[in-house]
């Protein structure tokens, strides 16, 4: 979510001052598993290229015997599902994508090879090299005859020209600004200036989908210190460090209906002809779920976290850009902890925005005496969203742990079951530990008295930020 740092200020306080008027809450999710419908026992609806399969398969996909010191696939596949409503998927091939040019390559590839159409979703477009580059990849495409629409936040967009996006309109591509930060330009219901599109999805023929925590922007430009065989020791050197996922197969239609559901909410023209939903074709053996979360919406991206923190045996790690949590996610990492599971987190040592790391400082005190474990990203700014539970349950996408993506912005998340991409997704994790310094009780209290106060007056602002 990262704003030029005048952009995110003013960003910002036009969005306390929204806020202000109304105040939305997160619904309670203590003891969520014994609160939900069907029992944990009941096989969880798995869809394939060619509708459900049956419940038979749908256990088969997932019924390993696991040790019960672990997390069971099974049950927790069917306690996600009746808490979000949401039906797991099978048949796709999952990619994981670490950094900048790692996946803005792989996108901009993805984009160049389009041959009917593409769908765009992003909270930040920049005007610079980069969203040059992506600019001009997608009028050519336009120009070939390929469909390309595309919505972009206006507050994540915050400075960029007009001119920038009007280029792209009179090459032919449909765009829409998303929650206009001017009235006079909103169409649909009502001017709701807190909500945000915080989504990064990117949408290929219907075959191939994005999502994560990759903006359009420069500063994605260079690689962080992730997998790199040299050790840069100034921070202009690194770039953002960050995770991104490429989706083929089945799963793809779930990543189409969010994008076609966020256009028309926010346009009531509808979308130009193309053929968006293919007939889906079975790409690997990952089992997923695709969960989109919007404000005054059902949670089910929150719910997911809860019953993930709540269910865990062995592990919680967590990699959280910006980390600023609601009470009952405290409660849950801390409960986690006391029970014997190994609960780190990974969060940023240097940070594109003070008050939000101050705000997530609050909380640290109490999380490292409860036995959770902490590690600040050393050099990189730290952009990634992802969590592996148990090392079988995974999830990569946009959302933050913090108020504002769970109640005020629409986000996606993609959930991998199974434990070969939680393998990865470990690798991963054991990477950026490598790369952090570990905060321990003892010297975290030893921290200045000036931290402490701009800790104690930022937790104050933690709903809006």
């Not at 041959?115 to 090299?129: G, K, M, P, V």
């Not at 990759?214 to 500063?219: A, G, K, M």
């Not at 700014?381 to 108020?403: E, F, Q, Y």
Request: charge should be positive; aromatic fraction near 8%; hydrophobic fraction near 40%.
């Amino acid at each position: 979510m990262k704003i030029l740092p005048m952009r995110y200020w003013l960003a910002a306080g036009t969005l306390c001052l929204a806020s202000l008027s109304a105040c939305a809450s997160l619904p309670d999710v203590t003891g969520l598993s014994g609160k939900l419908e069907p029992a944990a026992a009941t096989a969880p609806t798995v869809k394939g290229k060619d509708g459900a399969l049956s419940d038979a398969r749908a256990k088969a996909l997932l019924s390993k015997r696991w040790n019960k010191g672990t997390l069971d696939l099974q049950t927790q596949a069917s306690l996600e599902e009746a808490a979000t409503g949401v039906p797991l998927i099978a048949g796709n091939k999952c990619t994981l994508l670490f950094d900048g040019p790692q996946t803005l390559s792989e996108m901009l590839k993805a984009i160049q090879g389009a041959r009917n159409h593409i769908n765009f979703e992003t909270y930040i477009f920049d005007q610079d090299a980069l969203g040059l580059k992506f600019a001009d990849a997608l009028i050519e495409k336009q120009r070939q005859g390929v469909t390309v629409n595309i919505i972009y936040d206006s507050v994540g967009t915050l400075g960029v020209p007009a001119e920038f996006f009007q280029r792209m309109r009179d090459a032919g591509i449909r765009l829409i600004e998303f929650n206009p930060v001017n009235p006079a330009k909103v169409n649909g219901d009502g001017w709701k200036l807190n909500h945000r599109d915080h989504r990064k999805v990117l949408i290929v023929d219907g075959k191939t989908a994005f999502t994560g925590g990759v903006n359009i922007s420069v500063t994605y430009a260079k690689s962080s210190l992730f997998r790199s065989a040299s050790r840069p020791t100034s921070e202009a050197d690194v770039g953002w460090r960050d995770t991104h996922i490429k989706i083929e197969g089945p799963a793809v239609q779930a990543f189409q209906w969010l994008f076609i559901r966020q256009w028309t909410k926010a346009d009531q023209s509808d979308l130009r002809e193309a053929d968006y939903f293919p007939k889906p074709v079975i790409a690997g053996d990952k089992v997923v779920r695709v969960l989109g979360s919007e404000p005054d919406g059902h949670f089910e991206i929150y719910k997911a976290y809860a019953l993930a923190l709540q269910e865990a045996k062995k592990s919680i790690h967590l990699t959280v850009a910006y980390f600023v949590p609601d009470r009952q996610t405290v409660d849950a990492l801390k409960a986690a902890a006391r029970r014997g599971v190994d609960v780190k987190l990974v969060v940023p040592g240097v940070s594109d925005v003070g008050m939000v790391a101050y705000a997530g400082h609050s909380f640290y005190d109490e999380l490292l005496a409860a036995g959770v474990h902490i590690y600040q990203l050393k050099l990189a700014v730290l952009h990634a969203k992802t969590a592996v539970i148990d090392g079988k349950w995974s999830t990569v996408g946009s959302t933050n742990i913090d108020m504002r993506s769970f109640l005020h912005n629409s986000e996606v998340n993609v959930i991998v079951m199974g434990e070969a991409f939680g393998t990865e997704m470990e690798k991963a994790f054991q990477e950026d530990l490598r790369d952090s310094t570990q905060v321990t009780l003892e010297s975290w209290r030893k921290r200045p008295l000036s931290n402490r106060m701009k800790e104690w007056s930022a937790r104050f602002m933690n709903y809006w930020l």
